[in-house]
Nanobody, 121 residues
Framework: QVQLVESGGGLVQAGGSLRLSCAAS????????INWFRQAPGKEREFVAG????????YYADSVKGRFTISRDNPKNTVYLQMNSLKPEDTAVYYC??????????????WGQGTQVTVSS
């Protein structure tokens, strides 16, 4: 079993940056791809970025390409989401999730509790 805990959210002005972390417990972290999703009030949850087990392959939603970077440190059981040039429309609760494969088309096996990101204009 894998437990995921997100951190790093907060309030930032448009154009600013935040780095989210997803810390995992369990010895099988490196067996899972990690995907980030987000959900804004009144909207459906959407895929943001994903990274495969060894960190070589990454995927991004078109809305964040060129602004967000996903990375992972398997010895530290942590995945990061560096978010630059933030926009008000990036405001949402961000969740990390462990899945067999990276990408938004695969149902995750485990979810974190989420961290709030608020971007002011």
């Amino acid at each position: 079993q894998v437990q995921l805990v997100e951190s790093g959210g907060g309030l930032v002005q448009a154009g600013g940056s935040l780095r989210l972390s997803c810390a995992a417990s369990g010895r099988t972290f490196s067996n899972y791809a990690i995907n980030w999703f987000r959900q804004a009030p009144g909207k459906e949850r959407e895929f943001v970025a994903g990274i495969n087990r060894n960190g070589i392959i990454t995927y991004y939603a078109d809305s964040v390409k060129g602004r967000f970077t996903i990375s992972r440190d398997n010895p530290k059981n942590t995945v990061y989401l560096q978010m630059n040039s933030l926009k008000p429309e990036d405001t949402a609760v961000y969740y990390c999730a462990a899945a067999r494969f990276a990408g938004g088309n695969f149902a995750p096996d485990y979810w974190g509790q989420g961290t709030q990101v608020t971007v002011s204009s």
